[in-house]
T-cell receptor
Framework: DTAVSQTPKYLVTQMGNDKSIKCEQN?????MYWYKQDSKKFLKIMFS???????INETVPNRFSPKSPDKAHLNLHINSLELGDSAVYFC??????????FGQGTRLTVV | AQSVTQLDSQVPVFEEAPVELRCNYS??????LFWYVQYPNQGLQLLLK??????LVESINGFEAEFNKSQTSFHLRKPSVHISDTAEYFC???????????FGAGTTVTVRA
């Protein structure tokens, strides 16, 4: 009964490939996020959706495309992967601005 | 826009000793403040938060943080640490009407016996 679950946990792929990371939350929250944690552990928001609508879109290459089929799911698709995309990607959800619940992360390694 | 500065990148500490992790923020509007903990190879877990009211907030595992508006700080303290407190600690801030969390760079706490 994991609250925020991401798949896969680990992803190793070659440069130029296209890959997706899936996220699901069973908390009934309206808002979901994608955060990126780089090799120095710095966390930065990428996207946020509220009730399936995009509300935050930070300066992210357009090779990254989030998709929210319903408010319990927020997937991240990445086209033409580059070495610099290697990072840990965290999905999160929140009921409001008072707290965010994070998934376990997806460690993406591009070789 | 708000920003967060964690003044210590690494804090080594002996078991049962006290620890303080410093966090300063900058914002021109009211903010919510958070401390998250990340254990090795895991996701982030909320440790404690300040939304309003009492400026001293506590967690269930002995941590506390105090919101100081005049110094724009939200330092985290624990009077006696355990080996299991070894982790990365992140201070974060959001505007009270915003959904975006801005994180500090993190503080690595290593507890030694």
């Amino acid at each position: 009964d994991t609250a925020v679950s991401q798949t896969p946990k680990y992803l190793v792929t070659q440069m130029g490939n296209d890959k997706s990371i899936k996220c699901e939350q069973n908390l009934g929250h309206d808002t979901m996020y994608w955060y990126k944690q780089d090799s120095k552990k710095f966390l930065k928001i990428m996207f946020s959706y509220n009730n399936k609508e995009l509300i935050i879109n930070e300066t992210v290459p357009n090779r990254f495309s989030p998709k929210s089929p319903d408010k319990a799911h927020l997937n991240l698709h990445i086209n033409s992967l580059e070495l610099g995309d290697s990072a840990v990607y965290f999905c999160a959800s929140s009921p409001d601005s008072s707290e965010a619940f994070f998934g376990q992360g997806t460690r993406l390694t591009v070789v | 826009a708000q920003s967060v500065t964690q003044l210590d990148s690494q804090v080594p500490v002996f078991e049962e000793a006290p620890v303080e992790l410093r966090c300063n923020y900058s914002s021109s509007v009211s903010v919510y403040l958070f401390w998250y903990v990340q254990y090795p190879n895991q996701g982030l877990q909320l440790l404690l938060k300040y939304l309003s009211g009492s400026t001293l907030v506590e967690s269930i595992n002995g941590f506390e943080a105090e919101f100081n508006k005049s110094q724009t700080s939200f330092h985290l303290r624990k009077p006696s640490v355990h080996i299991s407190d070894t982790a990365e600690y992140f201070c974060a801030v959001s505007r009270s009407n915003d959904y975006k969390l801005s994180f500090g760079a993190g503080t690595t706490v290593t507890v030694r016996a």
